[in-house]
């Protein structure tokens, strides 16, 4: 629309062509006023009854809420309108009419429950609070892209279908492929390190991954986005630094670019960066710490996975990010490299949040018989894998990288309570559709 003006350009004593949805309609009688909303923001149009043609009146004032309209008129200044301006009409054009039964209420004022609101996304969307949830994912994103490349990364885009898992058959999504079965992509982690283990010492990737996890919280998702990275010459020490100066990158973009968003969200007073390094805490001492908060029914002992209630109680002890390093080599996958001098120690590690897991990562196995035994010591067939395996014969790097929830960072990082709200279109156990 070549003539149009955006609602937060509109200046006292222009005219002006504005387009956007009904937001609301106040008549007061002889004199009543259209609140019209775009991209930019809200401006009223006023109309006064006995001094405008009947049909321009009737024409805004009998337009149901969230039509699509186009106004055109003169620019006053009105220190009682919203922004301060209103338009005075000319005409008055309805591009689009909408139902007058709403299936939830854009302007918020009354609530609806999540299933309702990701049924009517679009609706959804309309909210000044839930359109600046997705334009500071937009905007992590961005920062997350530009950080990775001051490590000198290169991006990269690896295959969503494949002929086998990354960590074998379970939880995989299979699909048909010219008559073949094959499956939906758990993780780019094979894949990634083949690239590593070129002349493309390092890369990342921010994609979709597919889980076939019967979860069903506010913490899981079956389609989710993953920050990857893999980097060659590099061991696990490197490879936390750089996670953590991703995370960190993307609170400091939220908070120098974000300004109305995190208004919008209630967030301007409370949020902040990250002040203090992260502190990396090895699995044994993350045990004994859970164990000292006796806030589990039960003691944890080696080998121990760790439940959402040990997570939060160490979270909590510890009060911000924080890394678990030197997991038990028997819970980690088969790709990890153990330390040299203790085989039953690997080199993997999380980056946790205080209220959940964030990243796990680490140092990955890149000796061709060492990698064939963890298959093996795992359960899996190393011939299934052979496109990967093979080429741990022709000079593989020591390399390491981790995979990033971007979801989970987008929740953390605003306080959202379900990670659904993360997402424009979730898909989980009970949504495949929109």
């Given at each position: 629309?070549?003539?149009?003006?955006?609602?937060?350009?509109?200046?006292p004593?222009?005219?002006?062509?504005?387009a956007?949805?009904v937001?609301?309609?106040?008549?007061?009688?002889?004199?009543?006023?259209?609140?019209?909303?775009?991209?930019?923001?809200k401006i009223?149009?006023?109309?006064?009854?006995?001094?405008?043609?009947?049909?321009?009146?009737?024409?805004?004032?009998d337009?149901?809420?969230?039509s699509?309209?186009?106004?055109?008129?003169?620019v006053?200044e009105?220190?009682?309108?919203?922004?301060?301006?209103?338009?005075?009409p000319?005409?008055v054009?309805?591009?689009a009419?909408?139902?007058?039964?709403?299936?939830?209420?854009?302007?918020?004022?009354?609530d609806?429950?999540?299933?309702?609101?990701?049924?009517?996304?679009?609706?959804?969307?309309?909210?000044?609070e839930v359109?600046?949830?997705?334009?500071?994912?937009?905007?992590?994103?961005?920062?997350?892209?530009?950080q990775?490349?001051?490590?000198?990364?290169?991006?990269?885009?690896?295959?969503?279908?494949?002929?086998?898992?990354?960590?074998?058959?379970?939880e995989?999504?299979?699909?048909?492929?010219?008559?073949?079965?094959?499956?939906?992509?758990?993780?780019?982690?094979?894949?990634?390190?083949?690239?590593?283990?070129?002349?493309?010492?390092?890369v990342?990737?921010?994609?979709?991954?597919?889980?076939?996890?019967?979860?069903?919280?506010?913490?899981?998702?079956?389609?989710?986005?993953?920050?990857?990275?893999?980097?060659?010459?590099?061991?696990q020490?490197?490879?936390?630094?750089?996670?953590?100066g991703?995370?960190?990158?993307?609170?400091?973009a939220?908070?120098?670019?974000?300004?109305?968003?995190?208004?919008a969200?209630?967030?301007?007073d409370?949020?902040?960066?990250?002040d203090?390094?992260?502190?990396?805490?090895s699995?044994e001492?993350?045990?004994?710490?859970?164990?000292?908060?006796?806030?589990?029914?039960?003691?944890?002992v080696?080998?121990?996975d760790?439940s959402?209630?040990?997570?939060?109680?160490?979270?909590?002890?510890?009060?911000?990010?924080?890394?678990i390093?030197?997991?038990?080599?028997?819970?980690?996958?088969?790709y990890?490299k153990?330390?040299?001098?203790?085989?039953?120690?690997?080199?993997?590690?999380?980056?946790?949040?205080?209220?959940?897991?964030?990243?796990?990562g680490?140092?990955?196995?890149?000796?061709?018989?060492?990698?064939?035994?963890?298959?093996?010591?795992?359960?899996?067939?190393?011939?299934?894998?052979?496109?990967y395996?093979?080429m741990?014969?022709?000079?593989?790097?020591?390399?390491?990288?981790?995979?990033?929830?971007?979801?989970?960072?987008?929740?953390?990082?605003?306080?959202l309570?379900?990670i659904?709200?993360?997402?424009?279109f979730?898909?989980?156990?009970?949504r495949?559709?929109?």
């Amino acid at each position: 629309m070549q003539d149009r003006t955006y609602t937060a350009d509109a200046e006292p004593g222009d005219d002006v062509t504005v387009a956007g949805w009904v937001h609301e309609i106040r008549d007061l009688g002889g004199i009543a006023f259209l609140i019209l909303r775009d991209t930019a923001g809200k401006i009223q149009i006023k109309f006064e009854k006995d001094e405008m043609d009947d049909d321009l009146v009737e024409t805004g004032l009998d337009v149901s809420r969230e039509s699509v309209v186009k106004v055109s008129g003169a620019v006053e200044e009105e220190p009682r309108a919203p922004t301060g301006v209103e338009v005075t009409p000319e005409s008055v054009e309805i591009i689009a009419p909408a139902d007058p039964e709403l299936p939830l209420d854009p302007s918020g004022k009354v609530d609806a429950d999540l299933s309702t609101r990701l049924d009517n996304r679009t609706l959804d969307l309309r909210k000044d609070e839930v359109q600046a949830v997705f334009e500071i994912r937009s905007e992590i994103l961005r920062a997350v892209r530009e950080q990775f490349r001051t490590f000198d990364c290169t991006e990269i885009n690896t295959p969503k279908i494949v002929a086998t898992g990354t960590e074998g058959g379970t939880e995989l999504f299979p699909i048909t492929y010219f008559g073949e079965e094959a499956f939906m992509n758990q993780s780019p982690q094979l894949f990634k390190q083949l690239i590593a283990g070129s002349n493309v010492e390092r890369v990342f990737e921010i994609g979709p991954i597919f889980r076939a996890e019967e979860h069903n919280t506010p913490r899981h998702l079956n389609e989710a986005t993953s920050i990857d990275f893999e980097g060659a010459f590099c061991d696990q020490n490197d490879a936390m630094d750089v996670v953590e100066g991703v995370v960190r990158a993307a609170y400091e973009a939220v908070e120098n670019n974000c300004a109305d968003e995190l208004e919008a969200l209630g967030l301007e007073d409370e949020f902040g960066v990250p002040d203090e390094a992260f502190p990396r805490i090895s699995y044994e001492d993350a045990i004994e710490r859970i164990n000292a908060t006796g806030e589990l029914d039960d003691q944890l002992v080696w080998g121990d996975d760790l439940s959402t209630a040990a997570e939060e109680a160490l979270g909590q002890d510890v009060g911000g990010h924080y890394f678990i390093t030197d997991w038990p080599s028997e819970i980690k996958p088969f790709y990890i490299k153990d330390h040299d001098d203790d085989p039953e120690l690997s080199t993997g590690f999380d980056l946790m949040h205080p209220r959940m897991e964030l990243v796990s990562g680490g140092q990955r196995e890149h000796r061709h018989e060492k990698l064939i035994e963890g298959f093996e010591q795992q359960g899996l067939d190393p011939d299934q894998f052979e496109y990967y395996t093979k080429m741990f014969k022709y000079g593989m790097p020591p390399h390491a990288g981790f995979g990033l929830g971007g979801e989970r960072l987008i929740m953390t990082i605003l306080g959202l309570d379900n990670i659904r709200e993360a997402v424009l279109f979730p898909r989980d156990r009970q949504r495949l559709s929109p």
